[in-house]
C-alpha cells in the first residue's frame, strides 16, 4: 500500500531534549515536505526537499533541522525543544514536481512540549 | 495581508444541503489551485484541483476559479454526514519551486 509513515504518532517530552521525528515514504517520491499545523494558523511549511542531500527552508524552520540522505526518509529534528513547538506535525511526499503534483500527508505526529 | 484567506467556520449544515467553501488570495501569480480534506485526527487528503481558471467537477465536487476576482470555491452538493472534515484550500505559482500557501481551513458538520 501507497503511503507516507511517521512515528511516533504521539510524543510529550520536556524542553531541551533532543528528538526526532521519522518520516518514510514507498512511492519513490523524489519531493518530500514537512509541515506544523497549530489552530488558527493553518498548515505552515517547516522544511523541504527537492531530491536526495537538497532541502530548503519553508515559512517556519526555526528551531528545526532536516536531512535527506535516502530518497524514502525526510527525519525532522528538534535539537532543543521548546513549548512554543508543541504542535501537530505532518509529513509529505510528492512525485516530481509536475502536474498535478499531489502531497500525499502522513498520519501526523502530535508533539507536546512541557 | 496574509496571501490565502479562508474563514475558519465552523460551517454547520443539514444533510442534502449545499454547501460553498471559499479561499480569497492575492499573490496574481499562483495558478495551480487545490483542495484538501481532513478528518479529524487525519492528514490532509487531496480532493480537487485546478490549474488556472474554470470549472471542475467530480461526483457531488465542483471546483471554481475565479482569477479576475482571485477567488476559489467548492461546492458540495447533496451533503452527507461523510463530508464533515475540515477543507483546506492550497495554492501555488506554476511553473516553478515555490511551496504550497494553504488557507487556515473550514470546518465543516453535516447534521444528519
Known amino acids: 500500500e501507497a503511503q507516507v509513515t511517521q512515528n511516533p504518532r504521539y510524543l510529550i517530552t520536556v524542553t531541551g531534549k533532543k528528538l526526532t521525528v521519522t518520516c518514510s515514504q514507498n512511492m519513490n517520491h523524489e519531493y518530500m515536505s514537512w509541515y506544523r499545523q497549530d489552530p488558527g494558523l493553518g498548515l505552515r511549511q517547516i522544511y523541504y526537499?527537492?531530491?536526495?542531500?537538497?532541502?530548503d527552508k519553508g515559512d517556519v524552520p526555526e528551531g528545526y533541522k532536516v536531512s535527506r540522505k535516502e530518497k524514502r526518509n525526510f527525519p525532522l529534528i528538534l535539537e532543543s525543544p521548546s513549548p512554543n513547538q508543541t504542535s501537530l506535525y505532518f509529513c509529505?511526499?510528492?512525485?516530481?514536481?509536475?502536474?498535478?503534483?499531489?502531497?500525499?500527508f502522513g498520519p501526523g505526529t502530535r508533539l507536546t512540549v512541557t | 495581508q496574509k496571501e490565502v484567506e479562508q474563514d475558519p467556520g465552523p460551517l454547520s449544515v443539514p444533510e442534502g444541503a449545499i454547501v460553498s467553501l471559499n479561499c480569497t488570495y492575492s499573490n496574481s501569480a499562483f495558478q495551480y489551485f487545490m483542495w484538501y480534506r481532513q478528518y479529524s485526527r487525519k492528514g490532509p487528503e487531496l480532493l480537487m484541483y485546478t490549474y488556472s481558471s474554470g470549472n471542475k467537477e467530480d461526483g457531488r465536487f465542483t471546483a471554481q476559479v475565479d482569477k479576475s476576482s482571485k477567488y476559489i470555491s467548492l461546492f458540495i452538493r447533496d451533503s452527507q454526514p461523510s463530508d464533515s472534515a475540515t477543507y483546506l484550500c492550497?495554492?501555488?505559482?506554476?511553473?516553478?519551486?515555490?511551496?504550497?500557501?494553504f488557507g487556515k481551513g473550514t470546518r465543516l458538520s453535516v447534521i444528519a
Open positions: 509529505a511526499s510528492s512525485p516530481r514536481q509536475v502536474l498535478p503534483n499531489e502531497q500525499y
Open positions: 492550497a495554492m501555488r505559482v506554476w511553473p516553478g519551486n515555490t511551496p504550497l500557501v
Open positions: 526537499s527537492m531530491n536526495v542531500e537538497v532541502t
